[in-house]
């Protein structure tokens, strides 16, 4: 293993713990997901621990104004919710930087795009949490992960955001979660 690796590992041995104190800001909810802004979407990025693959929505990949080039061919099905198929219309990787203010991190994160509905700019799923170190806590709308220095990383859930997106998914009727029957490569 080398030092480098040695390092990041290192920085995932951090305890994260939510406290009393995490509460403190938090709006009392009726079991809202956590949604995070992160610096490639910039607001709207649904944390979803349920989502086998990190997803970017095309409405998403065009506001940013990224080139269909920069997408590589997914041979994999991706299924929504109700079952149906979503169209997968490519796979990229994009460097994402999540921030709380004193600390960061900044990691190369491949997104399926695909071609369905969402009130979410993009879905973070396993994958990422898993290789961030990440824990989400819904009952304190937050995620905490380490930076590379041992310092804990705490993004707070917009919970006006949150609400926004509900009520746009309900006023489409269209909302889609999102279950990949494997991982982008």
Not at 3 to 20: H, S
Not at 101 to 116: C, E, F, M, P, W
Request: glycine share 6%; proline share 4%.
């Amino acid at each position: 293993m080398s030092v480098e690796a040695q390092r990041t590992d290192e920085a995932f041995d951090v305890d994260l713990v939510f406290t009393k104190a995490d509460l403190e800001d938090v709006v009392p909810h009726d079991n809202d997901p956590v949604v995070i802004s992160a610096v490639t979407a910039g607001r709207k990025v649904l944390v979803d621990q349920g989502s086998l693959a990190d997803v970017m929505f095309w409405t998403t990949f065009n506001k940013l104004q990224l080139s269909p080039n920069m997408l590589r061919s997914y041979d994999g099905c991706l299924y929504g919710f109700a079952g149906d198929q979503v169209e997968v219309r490519g796979y990229l990787e994009l460097r994402t930087t999540f921030i709380d203010g004193t600390a960061s991190r900044t990691k190369s994160i491949r997104y399926l795009v695909v071609n369905a509905f969402s009130a979410y700019n993009m879905l973070l799923g396993r994958p990422t949490l898993n290789r961030l170190g990440a824990v989400p806590s819904t009952r304190h709308m937050k995620m905490k992960l380490p930076d590379l220095t041992g310092k804990v990383i705490t993004i707070k859930s917009d919970q006006k955001e949150v609400k926004r997106c509900y009520e746009n998914s309900l006023r489409t009727r269209r909302g889609v979660s999102m279950v990949a029957s494997g991982a982008p490569l």
